[in-house]
T-cell receptor
């Protein structure tokens, strides 16, 4: 089966600019997650979707980050305006259901550099 | 809030040696995951542990879960260079919260 697709792979922007990332989960996976991984740290959950509804966005900096999952398939994560501390890898993951016994599949990530 | 702690954070070992990585978490959960991450790569699922006493083995890696102690271990047997990577544990019933990772280097 095809994996979790993410694009772009790399993005360099100046601070205060905006940026968007795209994720296409594995077909049939109802649950989708966005994680932020800062260099040298473990991934931090930003937002969790179940189909097209938000389950948990408690760690999403809502003053600058937004995410949507229209039609319960693809998802986009946007940052506006970006700050230097947003430099990180943004990982998308999907699973059949929350806490599914098969676990979660991660995409390759988008590496964002804010200068 | 769920806290996940791994130790050690850095581990340098000789080929052929054994070692254990520990993962402690702060609240009740019966789902624990181990992932491997190579530099510049995404996360690769190693093990999913679903119940107290669960033990899974793949090659030189063996993971176990003690939900009463809120502890999981990842045991490495007779390490080889190819095992050099960062290993993460993650905990959660409906989502995953990650530890900081253990950066493992296996030297000849």
């Amino acid at each position: 089966e095809a994996g979790v697709a993410q694009s772009p792979r790399y993005k360099i922007i100046e601070k205060r600019q905006s940026v968007a990332f795209w994720c296409n989960p594995i077909s049939g996976h109802a649950t989708l997650y966005w994680y932020q991984q800062i260099l040298g740290q473990g991934p931090k959950l930003l937002i969790q979707f179940q189909n097209n509804g938000v389950v948990d966005d408690s760690q999403l900096p809502k003053d600058r980050f937004s995410a949507e999952r229209l039609k319960g398939v693809d998802s986009t994560l946007k940052i506006q305006p970006a700050k230097l501390e947003d430099s990180a890898v943004y990982l998308c993951a999907s699973s059949l259901s929350p806490g599914h016994t098969y676990g979660y599949t991660f995409g390759s990530g988008t590496r964002l550099t804010v200068v | 809030e769920l806290k996940v702690e791994q130790n050690p954070l850095f581990l340098s070992m000789q080929e052929g040696k054994n070692y254990t990585i520990y993962c402690n978490y702060s609240t009740t959960s019966d789902r624990l995951y181990w992932y491997r991450q190579d530099p510049g790569k995404s996360l690769e699922s190693l093990f999913v542990l679903l119940s107290n006493g669960a033990v899974k083995q793949e090659g030189r890696l063996m993971a176990s879960l003690d939900t009463k102690a809120r502890l999981s271990t990842l045991h490495i047997t007779a390490a080889v260079h190819d095992l050099s990577a960062t290993y993460f544990c993650a905990v959660g019933n409906n989502d995953m919260r990650f530890g900081a990772g253990t950066r493992l280097t296996v030297k000849p």
